[in-house]
């Protein structure tokens, strides 16, 4: 049997961590989005949290840094995925929050695994629906015209479907929540 991570100053964070990723999934399924409401507050707590826990245990600001460095690991990539069209700013908010809250390495392993779920996802969709091939055809035809710096045309189409991918995200930081907290054997091959 897993041994049971020991209860820390960090505990606090996974259980905010916990709640949002509840009322993202349950807000990204149900409108689309993921709101403000939820994330900016999490950032906040992330920040602030693990800053005073930080001070408070008489190592300086490496709570910050913890904090810090996993917002911008989680934020950065998916803002610039953003950027480019491909996701919505709650997704990449979201990860944000999972990054101040948890720092830069939970933040790595969860968007692994949401990526993980999200190709699942859209996997699953794409079966379902009868259109694997076609979507797979329009993939490669779009790196093929990239690698010969060619202006590839968007492989989507106005009819793909889409996967609620802040859902996805919102499970994987949940796997990784759980394997954190059972100190499973990925956290401990990963980070050890």
Not at 120 to 139: C, D, E, H, K, Q
Request: proline fraction near 6%; charge should be positive; hydrophobic fraction near 55%.
């Amino acid at each position: 049997m897993p041994e049971l991570v020991p209860l820390t100053a960090d505990l606090w964070a996974y259980g905010v961590l916990a709640i949002a990723l509840l009322a993202a999934s349950y807000t990204d399924v149900r409108t689309g989005k993921i709101p403000n409401w939820i994330t900016l507050p999490c950032v906040a707590a992330g920040l602030v949290g693990h800053t005073v826990v930080g001070l408070a245990g008489g190592e300086g600001l490496s709570g910050l840094r913890l904090a810090g460095g996993g917002l911008a690991i989680g934020f950065i990539p998916l803002y610039l995925a953003w950027r480019a069209g491909g996701i919505g700013g709650g997704d990449a908010k979201m990860m944000a929050a999972v990054g101040a809250l948890t720092g830069w390495r939970f933040t790595l392993a969860a968007m692994f695994y949401g990526f993980a779920v999200a190709a699942v996802m859209a996997l699953f969709v794409m079966v379902t629906r009868r259109i694997l091939w076609r979507t797979l055809g329009r993939i490669w035809r779009f790196l093929y015209l990239a690698m010969l710096r060619a202006k590839p045309v968007d492989p989507a189409t106005p009819d793909s479907p889409k996967i609620p991918f802040g859902l996805a995200l919102c499970i994987g930081s949940a796997l990784q929540l759980t394997d954190t907290l059972l100190g499973g054997p990925v956290t401990s091959r990963l980070w050890s």
